[in-house]
C-alpha cells in the first residue's frame, strides 16, 4: 500500500511538472494575427547572443548569433542547425543587418541564406517574414542582451 501511495505521488508530482513545462512554452500566433504585425528594423542588440529554435513540425532550425570580435558592430558568426528530423546540418554561417533586415549568407559569397524581416521579438517568440513573404516563428530560447521581464523596445505585440 505504502509503495502504491509513493508510486501515486510520483505520478502526481511528473504531471505537475510536465503541465508547468506547458505553461512555460512559447504559443504560436495564429497566422491570421499576425497580419497586423508591422515591419520592425534589425537592431544589433536584437541579433548579437541570440538564439531561436523554428517552430515547424516537420522542417528543423536552430540558429546561435554572435559577434565577430570586438571591433565588428552589426556582422558576426551565426552557428545554424536545419533540415528534416531525419536528415539535418549545422554548418557556420555570417549574418548583417542590411537595410533594416537581418541577412544571413555564407562566408566568402553573397548567397543569402535568409533574410529576415523583424515583426515582433519578445524573451519567449520571435516573428519575422522571410523574403519570400512566408511568415515564421521562432522559439527564444536565450538572448543575453534581453533582461528578464523586459521587451526589445521596438516589439509592438505579445504573442498571446
Not at 537592431?43 to 523554428?54: A, K, P, R, T, W
Not at 557556420?92 to 521579438?121: Q, Y
Request: with cysteine; aromatic share 6%.
Amino acid at each position: 500500500m505504502k509503495a502504491l501511495k509513493n508510486a501515486l505521488r510520483h505520478l502526481v508530482l511528473i504531471m505537475g511538472l510536465l503541465s508547468i513545462t506547458a505553461c512555460m512554452s512559447p504559443r504560436k500566433m495564429k497566422l491570421e494575427d499576425t497580419a497586423k504585425l508591422q515591419p520592425q528594423r534589425w537592431q544589433v542588440g536584437h541579433v548579437e547572443g541570440l538564439q531561436v529554435n523554428l517552430m515547424d513540425p516537420i522542417r528543423l532550425q536552430w540558429m546561435s548569433f554572435s559577434r565577430m570580435n570586438s571591433a565588428s558592430e552589426g556582422v558576426g558568426y551565426v552557428s545554424i542547425t536545419y533540415g528534416t528530423k531525419d536528415c539535418f546540418t549545422f554548418p557556420a554561417r555570417r549574418w548583417k543587418i542590411d537595410d533594416g533586415k537581418l541577412v544571413v549568407f555564407a562566408e566568402g559569397a553573397s548567397h543569402e541564406i535568409e533574410r529576415l524581416e523583424l515583426l515582433s521579438l519578445t524573451r519567449s517568440l520571435l516573428i519575422a517574414r522571410r523574403s519570400t513573404g512566408q511568415i515564421v516563428q521562432y522559439e527564444v530560447q536565450h538572448h543575453q542582451k534581453l533582461a528578464p521581464g523586459v521587451i526589445s523596445k521596438t516589439s509592438i505585440m505579445k504573442a498571446s
